[in-house]
C-alpha cells in the first residue's frame, strides 16, 4: 500500500516538473540592441563532450550588425545530452543582424 503511494507521488512530482519546466537560454547582446524583425536560427550538435566541435555558423552578416545571440537549450536536449552522458549536446543557436546604416549625402 505504501509503494503505490510512494509511486503516486513520484509520478506527480515528475509530471509537475516535465510540465513547468521552460527552455533555458543565455542571451548576449552587443552595444546596440535593435528591434530586427529578422532572426536566424540553427541547432548545433557537439558530440564527444565537445571533442568533435560544431561547425562554426556563417551569421549571413558584417560582423559590426550582429546585434545579439541566444543560445537555447529545452527539455528534449537537455534528456538527451543526460541519457548519452555529455556524448551528444544540442543546442539552438540565434541571432540577429542589424540593419545597415544608410549613407548619408551631402547637401
Not at 558530440?47 to 568533435?52: K, N, Q, R, S, T
Amino acid at each position: 500500500m505504501t509503494y503505490s503511494i510512494q509511486l503516486r507521488r513520484l509520478s506527480f512530482i515528475l509530471a509537475l516538473l516535465l510540465l513547468s519546466s521552460s527552455c533555458m537560454s543565455t542571451r548576449v547582446v552587443s552595444l546596440y540592441d535593435n528591434d530586427s524583425v529578422v532572426k536566424h536560427s540553427k541547432t548545433t550538435w557537439s558530440f564527444a563532450w565537445g571533442l568533435v566541435a560544431p561547425k562554426d555558423i556563417n551569421p549571413n552578416c558584417d560582423s559590426k550588425y550582429l546585434s545579439a545571440s541566444t543560445h537555447k537549450t529545452n527539455l528534449g536536449f537537455i534528456l538527451l545530452s543526460a541519457v548519452t552522458l555529455g556524448i551528444v549536446v544540442p543546442q539552438t543557436v540565434e541571432w540577429e543582424c542589424a540593419p545597415e546604416d544608410p549613407d548619408i549625402e551631402e547637401l
